[in-house]
């Protein structure tokens, strides 16, 4: 069966780093876009960014545009989401999805001093 799980996350100081990672299986990794999402409290669920099957097409959400970088090892089955210049509305539960169809159970992401 398809499962995500997304690991990564913690607390962080804003203007901080973290690399969220996203390891696939159940299924060819390689042959499917993946995207990232989050939901902060209180807040619906937003698309933060996608990527291609190759990783040559990429795009993001224009709060996260030059913070973030979305990427994919296909040979490691697994997304990634490094996450730059950090701030304290990033704060959120991060999500990994195939197609919007396979979610995983999220990764907290807390930026605060």
């Known amino acids: 069966q398809v499962q995500l799980v997304e690991s990564g996350g913690g607390l962080v100081q804003p203007g901080g780093s973290l690399r969220l990672s996203c390891a696939a299986s159940g299924f060819t990794f390689s042959m499917y876009g993946m995207s990232w999402y989050r939901q902060a409290p209180g807040k619906e669920r937003e698309w933060v960014a996608n990527i291609s099957i190759a990783g040559g097409r990429r795009n993001y959400v224009d709060s996260v545009k030059e913070r973030f970088t979305i990427s994919r090892d296909n040979a490691k089955n697994t997304l990634y989401l490094q996450m730059n210049s950090l701030k304290p509305e990033d704060t959120a539960v991060y999500y990994c999805?195939?197609?919007?169809?396979?979610w995983g159970k999220g990764t907290l992401v807390t930026v605060s001093s």
């Open positions: 999805t195939r197609g919007g169809e396979y």
